[in-house]
């Protein structure tokens, strides 16, 4: 029998049950708050209320279990990770789990945003607790059946068994258990006892995947359906003037060609996810995408300049002249840098550069609305349904009753669907229209009228008193927003007794968002680099500068600082074992870089060697301690995927500006990394029993830090300027 | 506007569409076979790759105007059930992230196998490069190729 360790998770009334009419036990879930005393179960399964319960799990008569999964999908595999908690808890084997997306539609939907690799982590202790709590009351069932005491019976892979050896499955009891009151405080598993969780479990979706099944957001279709295809400014800065649509209606298939964004500029500055231009918009609405598409290119319109066109070249020289002038918010500051650098033997000081980066989700934007007198409905890849229903319903001026969103699987994410300006256009249009509509967005607009990570550039200053680093400023110039929440405390906060995070900013009308590992994606090549190049000056082992550094956070009591020293320890040495590091092999050169973002710790090692006297990244080793590992080969996947990614966007990631307008269109002047440049990655996983956290964000930054170092080592030269290629030193090539 | 038959996964299908759409939309659109996906339009991307008399193919840059009394193959039609031993491998190595540019890659890693049954790693990475993954699932994608060439042989 399991042990049952007590949950530190206990809350009443999280947890409803009803018997379905069809058959089976229903139970609703809400995540992360009590139900309200007047929460209503139903009893038929297709008119799940999401309006009480941000979940439900139902257990059907023959024992098979459907989770309606809570998270957006981004192909993080939180659809797939997220269900497993229930069912290690719930006891049943994966095999009989089908999951199905759940859909929205109201204002009690918690937490159901997929970004910041935060689902597993919130998710941990909730999950299990109500397969855990389902569970006891499917054994309590048995045992009143049985006439025996609850604590004389078991339960393991959907099956319950009493003292005498006789068995129940799930499905016999479900009716009687739906009846019974809910225990409270039920125990959960010791991690040594779990089946599911450890294992690996495929991509729920997969059938559908590699079959070519409608699935994504641009695969949705609806009776009477049209598509639409949006007309931007072409430039950042610039407003509609007027258009002239004679050519675009004379395309065949168009039906009408119409203006919107009014009603979206009216409540425009009402949430965080609108991240749009003021400009109004012309519409074309075809009988096909590929009309549409036709329809966009004929129309004629003038724009007007309405704030300034900014080029990559403004845009550096106002982020310099924030670096070099004295007007900071100050996010963090021990003792007092100012005095430190000028007692210290020698002071280096290094500025590091990125570009604006495009998130490139395979599946561009796109969105289905319908709008008529009794609702709103809406279909496609959104991170944010919660606010993004709100904000629909204020544009429209419907109540939120009426707006019905529903989640596709998405293309990719990366930050890109956390923002909702193309869903705000559909349903603008659907509006005007009254009638189904997919907006579509080509590649060309998804990439030049997107949302970007902006161009930031660090400038870190250490000062080195007795071959110690004793002080250590950061100076942040970044566009439109700066680094939030812990990133100031993380690393090497708390390890360097003076030290100060300074942030500035300038206000652009480039629309700027979150981006796979936001700040931390290209400060961790700074500062790891940085520390790099310490180590080189002063002639210490980078890896023992690190060890050396973190012996001087163990035992703080900050609380803001929440990265470990121990766990921080762990990856390094696990990484310098598994890599070689301290047994160089001619011909590869080695970078090695440690990083703690989104709760995570990571520590890797690349390998460079020179082809052609040019670096190439063969191999990324990577150590992390993400606590338990809940599904292997998802966990895997997001740790290869964001290393490759990493090195992509560190390699070739660059998106310059020409007076508001992108230089870049589309893949053919856009490089995205391809099979031939991705490294092999070898993943080794820190083996303990400490609560999950997040994987889809956290072995990325690391990647940029890692390969900037290997091909230093094999160039001789640095970098300080995002993407690589672009800014490779030569290799001295000597005699 | 015309009538094209065009003979799709061993069917023919009378299709009305303009002269200039591309095959990848005729798919989407006009037959609602949407497993061929729309990545870039400019044949950049590989998301469309379907098979013409057997070639991987970019469906974007196609019209169906080009293409009556060829045999096309889509992703739903690679195989009957699924077990194309492509993807087979794929399901078996738990290849896709967000799976959307996945029925690009499998188009022209099948296409690529019967056409070089027993291929080396360099032949892999050449093959799979004009196909891009963003999640960056390329470690898995050649292993995938790899295993689904031992099933073949």
Redesign the interface.
């Known amino acids: 029998m399991s042990t049952l360790i007590p949950s530190k998770f206990s809350r009443r009334g999280f947890l409803r049950t009803s018997t379905l009419a069809s058959g089976g036990m229903l139970i609703g879930f809400n995540l992360f708050n009590a139900c309200k005393p007047k929460a209503e179960m139903p009893v038929d399964i297709s008119k799940l209320n999401y309006s009480d319960f941000n979940a439900f799990i139902k257990i059907s008569d023959e024992g098979m279990v459907t989770i309606f999964s809570p998270n957006p999908e981004?192909?993080?595999?939180v659809k797939t990770s997220m269900p497993m908690l229930i069912a290690e808890e719930l006891d049943v084997p994966w095999e009989h789990v089908n999951v199905v997306q759940g859909e929205l539609d109201t204002e009690n939907y918690t937490r159901q945003l997929a970004g910041g690799s935060q689902s597993i982590r919130l998710g941990w202790e909730p999950l299990r607790q109500t397969g855990a709590t389902a569970r006891q009351m499917l054994v309590n069932a048995a045992a009143a059946r049985w006439g025996v005491d609850a604590s004389e019976c078991t339960a393991s892979k959907g099956v319950i068994t009493n003292a005498k050896g006789e068995t129940l499955g799930y499905g016999d009891v479900v009716k009687e258990a739906a009846m019974l009151e809910i225990p409270e405080n039920v125990g959960l598993k010791d991690p040594k006892d779990f089946t599911v969780i450890g294992q690996?479990a495929?991509?729920v979706?997969?059938?559908k995947?590699?079959?070519?099944?409608?699935?994504?957001g641009?695969?949705y279709?609806a009776e009477g359906m049209v598509?639409a295809s949006v007309l931007r400014p072409p430039a950042f800065g610039q407003v509609l003037e007027s258009y002239d649509d004679t050519a675009a209606r004379a395309v065949?298939?168009v039906i009408d060609v119409i203006k919107i964004g009014a009603k979206l500029n009216a409540i425009a500055e009402k949430n965080w996810t609108i991240q749009m231009g003021s400009s109004e918009k012309v519409v074309v609405i075809a009988k096909?995408?590929?009309?549409a598409i036709?329809g966009k290119k004929a129309l004629q319109a003038t724009w007007t300049d309405d704030s300034t066109l900014e080029s990559t070249e403004y845009q550096d020289k106002k982020l310099f002249e924030i670096l070099n002038g004295d007007e900071f918010t100050t996010k963090r500051e021990d003792g007092d840098v100012k005095k430190a650098f000028a007692e210290a033997d020698e002071v280096i000081e290094r500025t590091y550069e990125s570009p604006f980066l495009p998130h490139?989700?395979?599946?561009?934007m796109n969105f289905y609305a319908n709008v008529t007198a009794e609702k709103v409905h809406l279909v496609g890849p959104i991170q944010t349904p919660e606010p993004t229903a709100e904000m629909v319903a204020m544009m429209l001026g419907r109540d939120l009753k009426e707006v019905k969103l529903e989640m596709t699987?998405?293309?990719?994410?990366?930050g890109r669907r956390l923002y909702s300006d193309f869903v705000m256009e559909a349903a603008e249009i659907a509006d005007a229209i009254r009638k189904p509509v997919k907006m579509v967005s080509?590649?060309e607009d998804d990439m030049t009228t997107g949302v970007y990570r902006p161009s930031i550039k660090y400038r870190i200053k250490a000062g080195i008193k007795n071959g110690e680093i004793t002080s250590y400023h950061l100076k942040e110039a970044a566009i439109n927003v700066n680094m939030y929440g812990l990133i100031p405390h993380f690393f090497p906060a708390g390890c360097i007794p003076n030290y100060k995070v300074d942030v500035g900013n300038y206000k652009s009308n480039i629309t700027t968002g979150a981006w796979r590992a936001p700040y931390t994606n290209f400060l961790s090549f700074a500062e790891q680099s940085f520390f790099d190049e310490i180590a080189e000056i002063t002639e210490k082992d980078p890896v023992q500068l690190r060890l050396d550094l973190l012996q001087k956070v163990k035992g703080t009591t900050d609380e803001k600082i929440q990265y470990s020293a121990e766990r921080m320890e762990d990856v390094i040495n696990l990484v310098v074992e598994k890599s070689g590091l301290k047994t160089p092999k001619e011909g590869v050169y080695q970078g090695f870089c440690a990083y703690y973002c989104h709760n995570t710790h990571v520590a890797q090692v690349a390998d460079v060697v020179l082809e052609n006297n040019q670096p190439v990244v063969k191999k990324v080793h990577v150590a992390v301690d993400c606590g338990i590992v809940v599904n292997p080969?998802?966990a895997l996947?997001?740790i290869?995927?964001?290393?490759?990614?990493g090195v992509?966007h560190g390699m070739y990631g660059d998106f310059k500006f020409k007076e508001g307008m992108p230089e870049s269109n589309?893949?053919?002047s856009y490089r995205?990394?391809?099979?031939?440049e991705?490294p092999?990655?070898e993943t080794h996983f820190v083996e303990n029993t400490l609560a999950p956290t997040g994987l889809g964000e956290p072995t990325l930054p690391p990647a940029m830090a890692a390969i900037s170092i290997a091909i230093t080592k094999a160039t001789g030269g640095r970098m300080y300027k995002q993407p690589f290629i672009k800014n490779m030193p030569k290799k001295q090539v000597i005699g | 506007?015309a009538t094209y038959n065009l003979k799709i996964n061993g069917q023919t299908h009378s299709v009305e569409a303009?002269d200039?759409?591309?095959l990848l939309?005729v798919l989407?659109?006009?037959l609602?076979?949407?497993?061929?996906?729309?990545?870039?339009?400019?044949g950049?991307?590989g998301?469309c790759t379907v098979h013409v008399d057997g070639s991987a193919t970019r469906s974007c840059l196609l019209q169906a105007a080009q293409l009556e009394g060829k045999e096309i193959t889509?992703?739903?039609g690679?195989s009957e059930n699924?077990d194309h031993p492509v993807?087979q491998a794929?399901?078996e190595v738990?290849v896709?992230?967000?799976?959307?540019?996945?029925?690009g890659q499998?188009m022209t890693a099948s296409a690529f196998l019967d056409k070089n049954p027993n291929p080396n790693t360099e032949e892999i990475?050449?093959a799979?490069?004009?196909?891009?993954?963003?999640?960056?699932?390329?470690?898995?994608?050649?292993k995938a190729v790899a295993i689904a060439s031992e099933k073949n042989s």
């Open positions: 981004i192909g993080q595999g690996d495929t991509n979706d997969i059938d995947i590699v079959t070519g099944k409608p699935l994504f641009l695969d279709k598509y065949p298939g096909t995408t590929w009309q036709k490139n989700c395979m599946e561009p699987r998405m293309g990719g994410g990366f080509t590649r080969t998802g996947n997001q290869e995927g964001g290393i490759v990614d992509g589309n893949y053919n995205l990394i391809r099979m031939k991705a092999e990655v | 506007m303009d200039d759409t591309p939309w989407r659109d006009h609602d076979m949407v497993g061929t996906k729309y990545g870039c339009g400019i950049q991307c998301a889509t992703i739903e690679l699924g993807q794929w399901k738990d896709p992230q967000c799976g959307y540019c996945q029925a499998i990475k050449s799979m490069h004009a196909n891009i993954c963003r999640c960056g699932a390329y470690n898995r994608i050649h």
